[in-house]
């Protein structure tokens, strides 16, 4: 069973920088599909960067410039860059991993990064 595990949140000042980090255990080699979620409060869950094994990066409009999603397939761990953080990032971030295109997700518990002062 996958089981993934975020790390790395916590409270920031505006204009400053957080990495995240979700480590991926399991009977697993390697991640199709990784990626970052957040939800703010009243808000749905969004997505906020991806990136496949072979098939490069994506990233949401309002982080893109900012954020940098990266991946260490020999550790199976998605890390999340955050750079010139806003009041508007603050969210659970939940990291989401897919070991085929046709497997379902697997979900971390998410780690709160708020962003204020």
């Known amino acids: 069973q996958v089981q993934l595990v975020e790390s790395g949140g916590g409270l920031v000042q505006p204009g400053g920088s957080l990495r995240l980090s979700c480590a991926g255990s399991?009977?697993?080699?390697?991640?199709?599909?990784m990626a970052w979620y957040r939800q703010a409060p009243g808000k749905q869950r969004e997505l906020v960067a991806g990136?496949?094994?072979?098939?490069?990066?994506e990233y949401s409009d309002a982080v893109k410039g900012r954020f940098t999603i990266s991946r260490d397939d020999a550790k199976t761990t998605v890390y999340l860059q955050m750079d010139n953080l806003e009041s508007e990032d603050t969210a659970v971030y939940h990291c989401?991993?897919?070991?085929?295109?046709?497997?379902?997700?697997?979900w971390g518990q998410g780690t709160q990064v708020t962003v204020s002062g």
């Open positions: 989401h991993a897919k070991l085929t295109d046709y497997s379902p997700p697997a």
């Open positions: 399991g009977n697993i080699n390697s991640f199709y599909y």
């Open positions: 990136a496949w094994r072979t098939f490069g990066t």
